[in-house]
């Protein structure tokens, strides 16, 4: 089975749904060394099966797969229903229809679980909450690497209960969403490294941090702190081979986009973005529904994108944001282990 140290260098891209995790974005980190990832989170399963192909002929060197965990059916219709309707004018704005309310949806779990089992993927990390105890032992008895995404000190006690074989931690820092259990907790303050000491001292479960990490310090820092590796998101959002869309790449870097806030407005889902004109008008109202919110909001990001308005997209994005490196991912990587190995 797998180990975090089988990594030339302990570097692992951060899977990232919603376009920016590509085939060719995992097989450049692994070809810098590092753990390529691939993102399943409302992946259609045939195109996985593609891409888990793609990047196995490519490298032939371990990665991973990332599956989302499915929320609850929506819990207030009502609050839904007023948030569909706030969203008119917008929707009214791009000349689109908003779609009918999507009650149940569990983003394939169980075909996508069947799908990295048969595949034998080398890593696969849940986010958003936890697999059965059955599916780890399922996971395990197909030889793979078992990783659970949380936030929180108490949920990390929860996910080594089941037997996981690593735990990927994401601070305060962490761009897009964190895999924290409670959909209506409001995310932990901690920051990444002090969140992963924390860990660390409760389990001997091998920690991944993720969150703020973008210069060789951090890396630094994050191991330091105990962790075996680090999980890198925003640092690779404008790289080569990121399917990144190109408002988001350019708003990365737009002087008006200042600082980044944590909202539900997009998915109804706790994520974090830079705050532009959504966050701000969204953010109040947004109720705690996700994927419902998710699906609300799909086709209207879409437009923002296909119109080139960063002002309505969600635009994931860390703390590190600023220093979002350009170029390709695998002279990225090396440059920023370089930077730490230097220290
Ligand atoms: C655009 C974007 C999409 C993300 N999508 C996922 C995802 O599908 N699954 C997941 O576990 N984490 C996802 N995350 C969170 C990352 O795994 C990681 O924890 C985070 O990016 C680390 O913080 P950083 O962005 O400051 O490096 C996403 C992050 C970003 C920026």
């Not at 990332?66 to 004018?89: H, K, M, T």
């Not at 059965?132 to 936030?151: M, N, Q």
């Not at 259990?181 to 409001?186: G, K, M, P, S, Y």
């Not at 407005?265 to 996700?290: I, K, V, W």
């Amino acid at each position: 089975m797998f180990e975090l140290s089988d990594l030339e260098i302990p570097v692992v891209a951060a899977p990232m749904a919603g376009g920016p995790s590509t085939t060719a974005l995992a097989i450049a980190v692994n070809h810098a060394g590092g753990l390529g990832f691939l993102a399943a989170g409302y992946a259609d399963p045939g195109v996985l099966a593609g891409q888990i192909a793609d990047v196995r002929i490519a490298t032939g060197a371990p990665f991973g797969v990332n599956i989302f965990v499915p929320g609850l059916p929506v819990r207030d219709r009502v609050a839904v229903q007023e948030y569909r309707e706030s969203l008119r004018p917008l929707a009214d704005r791009y000349g689109i229809d908003l779609p009918d309310i999507v009650e149940v949806d569990d983003d394939g779990y169980r075909t996508k679980l069947d799908l990295v089992i048969e595949h034998r993927v080398p890593v696969v990390s849940f986010t958003f909450g936890l697999p059965s105890a059955e599916d780890v032992a399922r996971l395990h008895d197909a030889g793979i690497f078992v990783v659970s995404t949380v936030a929180d000190p108490d949920d990390a006690d929860r996910a080594v209960a089941l037997g996981v074989d690593a735990l990927c931690v994401q601070g305060v820092e962490a761009g897009g969403h964190r895999g924290t259990l409670d959909l209506d907790a409001v995310p932990n303050t901690t920051p990444t490294v002090r969140l992963v000491r924390e860990v660390v001292d409760r389990s001997d479960v091998p920690v991944i941090a993720a969150g703020g990490i973008g210069d060789g310090t951090a890396i630094i820092a994050a191991l330091a702190a105990g962790a075996s590796a680090v999980q890198l998101g925003t640092a690779l959002l404008d790289t080569d081979e990121a399917g990144t869309k190109p408002t988001h790449r350019a708003a990365l870097r737009d002087p008006r986009f200042t600082e980044t806030v944590v909202t539900r407005c997009f998915s109804g889902r706790y994520a974090q973005a830079l705050r532009n004109r959504f966050t701000d008008t969204y953010s109040p109202s947004a109720p705690a529904e996700y994927p419902a919110l998710h699906h609300l909001t799909s086709p209207l990001r879409k437009a923002a994108a296909a119109a080139d308005d960063a002002d309505d997209l969600n635009l994931w994005a860390g703390h590190a944001f600023r220093s979002a490196p350009t170029g390709p991912a695998a002279e990225v990587i090396t440059t920023l282990w370089a930077d730490a190995r230097r220290g």
